[in-house]
């Protein structure tokens, strides 16, 4: 990983405790921090660097993967920590930044690089970047790159808006967009399993697949984030970014090479096939949007959406969202993608169910055998793992046929410890590999799709529906399927 100083916008926030701190201990305790880098943490709040390094270590034994065993080591480690109160308004601020800045680099011999990690609210991203150039912060030797977080805009205006902002210091190839699922172990595993083996890519098209099922379900409600989710909604918290991602990488054609460029190339094709819908009757058709009413999970009560802190009593903002998207394209002609996504569902799952079609001929239906189809799911989050659903003879029977299973548990494996998400952003942030972040014409299509229905849905409010807290979502995500002749399959 290349030697770089770190600044770290944003630094007393959730993300900072939750996932960053323990991100810079994993790599460091795995040596992929050299000695020669220096977090600078910064917000507004007052702090002394000690107190930052209490927060650094409580963050790292409450999230971290590994323990912080050995005192002498954390110490070591915390030492390049320092923090700074900012008032990211005023340019003054940024002066006295960059003396910090370089005086960590000189002191930990860094040698100019400089990586801003904005996790801080998007509207502030704009003047953040011009006064990190006013400040002076750009003019070292280094490379310098931008880490932002989402969400990346409201809808393709302002999202073109920020962009522009952000295009005035940075260039596209220094800004690096963070869609954590891409981040994900088994998320980057679907292009190996597609591209690295030779049973898959032959079946993966329209000729032998029936239908793909993206699930992105949870069992948290809207939690103490209900100011920014009111605003946002399952459609663009969700939808615009991780399920898009999700779906390009299920359907985009194999790189020529691995190079950043070719794999975003290849996933902008496919953002450009999808079928946009044209008018609000195709929206209520294809598309289901839900919010959680009062329920229950394994016996407790939970409560309704509208009765959650920060959240208006009245409003009419999704917490589920399902629809039947097509990808209009040679390979995926008529096959429909179900996507489906919610808080408050019974599980917590990220899973992608490939349905194949049923084999031409049954010769099994004289005996009265119907075939199950066949299954390939990606088994992404919590467990990570592959299983294929397949027919075989029942064991003794003369000649019944069952549905059996291969299941690759990965994260049953003893002893694998795998990167959390924000540690292999990171490091490959630091690194330059940009292959896992989200190029500017990937989000300006996404925005473009998903503002089709946002639309539609401000002109028909009354197709949101209610679903019981705990339960799997409205009916009518079930009957978007049924329609077609399928359904939902169970998912882990
Ligand atoms: C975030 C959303 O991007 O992803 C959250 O803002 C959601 O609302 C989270 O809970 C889910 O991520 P994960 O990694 O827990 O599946």
């Known amino acids: 990983m290349s030697n770089a100083v770190y600044l770290l916008f944003g630094a007393t926030g959730d993300l900072a405790r939750r996932k960053l701190f323990p991100a810079f201990y994993a790599l460091y305790r795995e040596g992929k921090l050299s000695e020669n880098f220096a977090v600078v943490g910064l917000a507004r709040r007052a702090r002394t660097n000690e107190q930052f390094r209490d927060d650094l270590l409580s963050s790292i034994r409450e999230f971290a993967r590994y323990d912080v065993s050995k005192d002498e080591q954390f110490n070591r480690f915390a030492e390049h920590f320092e923090y700074m109160s900012l008032d990211i308004h005023n340019v003054e601020g940024f002066r006295e930044l960059k003396r910090l800045t370089d005086s960590l680099d000189e002191k930990f011999n860094v040698g100019g690089n400089r990586l801003f990690y904005l996790a801080l609210a998007p509207e502030l991203f704009g003047s953040v970047s011009y006064n990190i150039r006013e400040g002076g ?203 489906r996504t919610g808080k408050r569902l019974p599980v917590k799952t990220t899973e992608v169910v490939v349905e194949f079609k049923n084999v031409p001929n049954n010769v099994y239906l004289a005996q009265k055998h119907e075939l199950e189809p066949n299954l390939l799911v990606f088994r992404i989050n919590p467990m990570e793992g592959i299983y294929m659903k397949m027919n075989a003879k029942r064991p003794g029977s003369e000649g019944s046929v069952i549905p059996i299973a291969m299941d690759f548990c990965q994260s049953c494996q003893v002893g694998l410890n795998t990167p959390e998400a924000y540690e292999r952003l990171l490091y490959d942030a630091a690194r330059g590999d940009s292959t896992y972040f989200t190029r500017w014409d990937e989000v300006s299509l996404a925005w473009e799709f998903i503002d089709k229905i946002a639309e539609a849905w401000r002109e028909s409010e009354g197709d949101l529906e209610n679903y019981p807290a705990g339960s799997w979502g409205p009916d009518r995500a079930k009957a978007l399927l049924a329609e077609d002749g399928f359904k939902w399959w169970p998912v882990n």
């Open 137 to 339: 912060l750009l003019e070292v030797d280094g490379w310098h790159r931008l880490v932002i977080e989402k969400p990346f805009g409201y809808d393709l205006p302002s999202a073109e808006k920020l962009n522009a902002e952000l295009r005035q210091v940075f260039k596209e190839k220094d800004v690096y967009r963070i869609d954590h699922y891409l981040g994900k172990e088994m998320v980057q595993n679907i292009g190996v399993l597609r591209f690295a083996n030779a049973f898959f890519e032959p079946l993966w098209n329209n000729k032998y697949i029936a239908n793909i099922q993206i699930t992105l379900s949870e069992t948290v409600g809207v939690e103490d984030r209900g100011g920014y989710y009111d605003h946002s909604g399952a459609l663009r918290d969700m939808a615009q970014n991780h399920m898009l991602q999700m779906l390009a990488i299920m359907a985009m054609e194999s790189p020529s090479r691995l190079h950043p460029e070719d794999i975003r190339d290849e996933k902008v094709k496919v953002f450009r096939s999808l079928r946009g819908f044209q008018n609000a009757e195709e929206v209520r058709r294809h598309v289901v949007r839900g919010q959680y009413a009062s329920g229950e999970a394994k016996g407790k009560p939970l409560a309704a959406y509208r009765s959650e802190p920060s959240v208006n009593p009245e409003s009419t903002t999704e917490t589920y969202f399902a629809a039947k998207v097509f990808v209009d394209n040679f390979r995926w002609a008529g096959v429909p993608f179900y996507i």
